[in-house]
């Protein structure tokens, strides 16, 4: 397995880098393992008061690696069943850290990527990265990353960028709430960061942990074993449907759809 990221502790604060710049940091199954398993690890540390989710290169996450996508293209619906599950997993084990997180936006996010973003507590970006819930274009749907994105950014602005797939700006972003803050430069991204960074550790520890827990268990729905179950369902059905090939495969073969 290939070290997709970097994962480095100093001053309590913990940084976990997507470190695959020449893929535009895109994810695949090993990837996926790799976040679920460093979240974890860094949640457990005592000497970690925050953890900063950040990336190398031009953008922040592509979203689905494309060797990866010609593998998922000839899955069954179980297979598929078993792949978002997996994603499912990593995105929850972000979401639900026991330490704050926050991610560092320094360039493009699309599709899988607004997920990372969603699960973090707090999201600061550079103000000319866009972003894009591209999934609809391909015949699929963000089902996996739904329940974080739709917290993240609303229904409404959710019911206009999944159906459309527009890419849209740092500056709407933050207009519906995606982000928390734009920044006009990498370095200020990373003095933003460090000083939200800062404001965790300095904060109760036990405080922290226990504000997180609260917006967890009262905002809107739950995120629990059915929810999870149904959104894994739902990408299984779509990826393995007549459409969700012709999107995938219409795709990887740089052609238009069927239905265009």
């Known amino acids: 397995m290939s070290n997709a990221l970097t994962v480095s502790v100093q ?8 470190s695959r710049p ?18 974890e690890a860094v949640g457990q540390r005592d000497d970690v008061r925050a ?3 950040a990336a190398e290169g031009p953008a922040f996450c592509a979203g689905a690696d494309l060797n990866w996508m010609r593998r998922m ?22 979401y639900e850290c026991p330490k704050p997180t926050i991610a560092a936006v320094q360039g493009d996010v699309f599709a899988g990527g607004m997920g ?36 993240a950014m609303g229904a409404r602005a959710a019911h206009r960028y999944f159906l459309t797939a527009e890419r849209f700006s740092a500056q709407e972003a933050l207009r519906i709430g995606f982000v928390h803050e734009l920044v ?13 960074a800062q404001a965790l550790c300095n904060a109760s520890p036990a405080a922290v942990r226990a504000c997180k827990r609260l917006v967890l268990e009262v905002a809107e ?18 990826r393995a449907s007549e459409e969700g090939r012709e999107g995938v495969q219409s795709f990887l073969q740089k052609r238009k759809p069927a239905w265009l």
């Open 11 to 18: 001053d309590r604060i913990a940084r976990i880098t997507l």
């Open 22 to 39: 020449e893929v535009r940091n895109a994810f695949n199954d090993e990837v996926i393992q790799q976040l679920k398993a460093a979240f």
């Open 51 to 53: 953890v900063v989710l």
């Open 73 to 94: 293209a000839d899955y069954t619906r179980d297979e598929n069943v078993a792949d978002a599950g997996q994603l499912a997993a990593m995105l929850k084990a972000i």
């Open 116 to 151: 990372l973003v969603a699960a973090c507590d707090l999201a600061v970006s550079v103000d000319s990265a866009t972003y894009c819930l591209s999934e609809v274009k391909l015949g699929l749907m963000p089902a996996t990353i739904s329940p974080y994105v739709i917290r």
């Open 184 to 196: 006009n430069s990498p370095e200020a991204l990373a003095v933003k960061v460090d000083e939200l």
């Open 221 to 238: 729905r739950e995120i629990n074993a059915s929810l999870i179950a149904a959104t894994v369902e739902g990408i299984a059905d779509i």
